[in-house]
T-cell receptor, first 109, second 115 residues
Framework: KQEVTQIPAALSVPEGENLVLNCSFT??????LQWFRQDPGKGLTSLLL?????REQTSGRLNASLDKSSGRSTLYIAASQPGDSATYLC????????FGQGTRLTINP | EAEVAQSPRYKITEKSQAVAFWCDPI?????LYWYRQILGQGPELLVQ????????DSQLPKDRFSAERLKGVDSTLKIQPAELGDSAMYLC?????????????FGQGTRLTVV
């Protein structure tokens, strides 16, 4: 059974810092990995999708990497802003997604 | 930009009552999912439809939960009777359903509180 873990559960950093969020999964035979953002009380917004044949994806200040052999993915956020404050979730799977518990990120002005 | 529509956004119901949630996926998306998210946790799949057929309902508590997607478009998730432990966010998502394009789009969710 696939299990997804995100560390840390919460992170608070000052504005402007570069930061890394971590995601690990137990079964390396994944198909896709997605990173989502969730604002309090809202739904999920897809940020990046990495297909199993890819190693990374970039969108603006966000860069996600995938290392299937080690069962890890990282989400790198450059030059963090207060508007980046949210919970970030990673999920693995082809169609059915298995989610981690999320990292609650706070960017302090 | 097309979105997944869910209603209601919030629902408060008493224990043992029936409650229903509605979802309208993005047009053309063959796959529809219902997830449940307990506060502080990641979403967990309840049921997955491919067109009008159920593909996976292994985590759906079938004694009290039911889901349908009669015409392969919109979907309804029902709970009867509701229990206190059902309090959660219920999220609907859709995708094109093709293996090479499985990006999932989520709705804003329905926040259920059972009192």
């Amino acid at each position: 059974k696939q299990e997804v873990t995100q560390i840390p559960a919460a992170l608070s950093v000052p504005e402007g810092e570069n930061l890394v969020l971590n995601c690990s999964f137990t079964d390396s035979a994944i198909y896709n990995l997605q990173w989502f953002r969730q604002d309090p009380g809202k739904g999920l917004t897809s940020l990046l999708l990495i297909q199993s044949s890819q190693r990374e994806q970039t969108s603006g200040r966000l860069n996600a990497s995938l290392d299937k052999s080690s069962g890890r993915s990282t989400l790198y956020i450059a030059a963090s802003q207060p508007g980046d404050s949210a919970t970030y979730l990673c999920a693995v799977g082809a169609q059915k997604l298995v989610f981690g518990q999320g990292t609650r990120l706070t960017i302090n002005p | 930009e097309a979105e997944v529509a869910q209603s209601p956004r919030y629902k408060i119901t008493e224990k043992s009552q029936a409650v229903a949630f509605w979802c309208d996926p993005i047009s053309g998306h063959a796959t529809l999912y219902w997830y449940r998210q307990i506060l502080g946790q990641g979403p967990e799949l309840l049921v997955q439809f491919q067109d009008e057929s159920v593909v996976d309902d292994s985590q759906l508590p079938k004694d009290r939960f039911s889901a349908e997607r009669l015409k392969g478009v919109d979907s309804t998730l029902k709970i009867q009777p509701a229990e206190l432990g059902d309090s959660a966010m219920y999220l609907c998502a859709s995708s094109r359903g093709h293996k090479d394009s499985t990006k999932a789009f989520f709705g804003q969710g329905t926040r259920l509180t059972v009192v």
